[in-house]
């Protein structure tokens, strides 16, 4: 039962992140000879002003 995490910055919308789930199940399931039922994706998102990328905090970009 394969589980997948995504952390990303928030601002998606609930729909692109239905459509993200179930592409990403879709090739889990292809390449990994599984169920898609068996698949659990986690999605964590997380503020601007919490990712910071070589030194710069995001919500500083």
């Given at each position: 039962m394969p589980y997948v995490q995504i952390d990303m910055i928030e601002g998606r919308t609930?729909?692109?992140k239905r459509e993200m789930?179930?592409?990403i199940t879709k090739?889990?399931?292809e390449t990994a000879?599984?169920?898609e039922e068996a698949?659990?994706?986690i999605i964590r998102?997380?503020?601007k002003e919490h990712?910071?990328?070589g030194?710069?905090?995001v919500a500083d970009k």
């Open positions: 609930t729909e692109q789930a179930k592409k090739v889990i399931s000879k599984c169920p698949i659990h994706i998102e997380a503020k990712i910071a990328k030194g710069i905090l």
